[in-house]
């Protein structure tokens, strides 16, 4: 079963009369979870961390869609920390809603380390002011937070060709509705991005082996002079090298997008940075399928 619902309403559940079993959780069917979080104060978070124990017994998918607040940056840690604690086996998608780029560094940089299926960063101010993806990465990076498919919508997107886009590896990395501010310096770091080595599908990380000394054949003296043993036969496996997987298998650039450096192509703008990219990065997907153009 799947339920929407706020931060606000689960805190004060308690306060609403519900029949239930002594022990039974309060959504006990409830196995996919969007939750909204809107300013959660002091007293509604510590609401909710007192009550949320009671709530699910076990959720396969939750999405929390956290309207950033200054305010409350570290109340949202702490929610984030007790799902993660909870309900370690579900698929996490976040999403940070801000009018500033750096609102959404600064709640990173107070989550917990975690792993997620999804991390969606949206913009909420019409301007699309700026956000830097090497500064992103650095914040990730230094809070240990993995994320298999990495969602920019509605800013003005810079890289500085130095610094890759991810520290772990990607699914999809995905540009909707942005500015990007240059392109060249975007695919530097997509580039840095997917030289980053990863071992290939399904083969554990080389041992180191074992150096065995060979023993020394013995010969056997007989009336006809001396016999040595028949030698084993030596049989030779021959093992396929997999290859390996990308470290970033997919780009999507949808919405509308303004390519710095390619608007003099107009519409051609997506196929010229295709071109580029599969160029320097044959193995990554690019879709730049839903892209549109006003002018």
């Not at 570290?74 to 604690?85: D, Q």
């Amino acid at each position: 079963m799947k339920m929407t619902t706020d931060l606000n309403f689960l805190a004060g559940i308690d306060q609403i009369h519900v029949t239930k079993d002594n022990g039974r959780r309060y959504f006990s069917n409830v196995e996919d979870l969007w939750l909204l979080i809107i300013h959660p104060d002091d007293e509604v978070t510590q609401r909710f961390l007192n009550i949320e124990g009671t709530l699910f017994s076990e959720l396969q998918q939750l999405t929390l869609q956290v309207h950033v607040d200054p305010r409350h940056y570290k109340n949202v840690g702490e929610i984030v920390k007790s799902f993660i604690l909870r309900y370690p086996k579900s698929n996490i998608n976040l999403e940070l809603h801000a009018e500033k780029s750096m609102h959404i560094l600064n709640q990173i940089s107070v989550l917990p380390s975690l792993p997620l299926y999804k991390i969606k960063l949206i913009c909420t101010d019409f301007d699309q002011p700026q956000l830097r993806l090497d500064q992103l990465y650095a914040v990730m990076r230094e809070q240990n937070i993995q994320a298999k498919n990495i969602t920019m919508r509605d800013w003005s997107l810079f890289a500085d060709g130095t610094t890759p886009v991810s520290y772990n590896p990607l699914d999809t990395f995905r540009i909707s509705s942005c500015s990007i501010e240059t392109v060249d310096n975007l695919v530097r770091s997509l580039q840095m991005t997917a030289s980053q080595s990863t071992q290939p599908e399904g083969v554990p990380p080389a041992k180191k082996k074992k150096v065995v000394k060979k023993k020394k054949e013995t010969e056997v003296v007989t009336e006809e002079g001396l016999v040595s043993k028949p030698k084993k036969k030596i049989v030779k496996k021959i093992v396929k090298k997999k290859k390996p997987v990308a470290f970033i298998k997919k780009l999507e650039v949808a919405g509308q997008c303004t390519l710095h450096g390619l608007t003099f192509l107009q519409q051609k703008a997506h196929t010229e940075l295709e071109r580029r990219l599969t160029t320097v990065i044959p193995e990554l997907d690019v879709d730049c399928s839903e892209i549109y153009y006003c002018w």
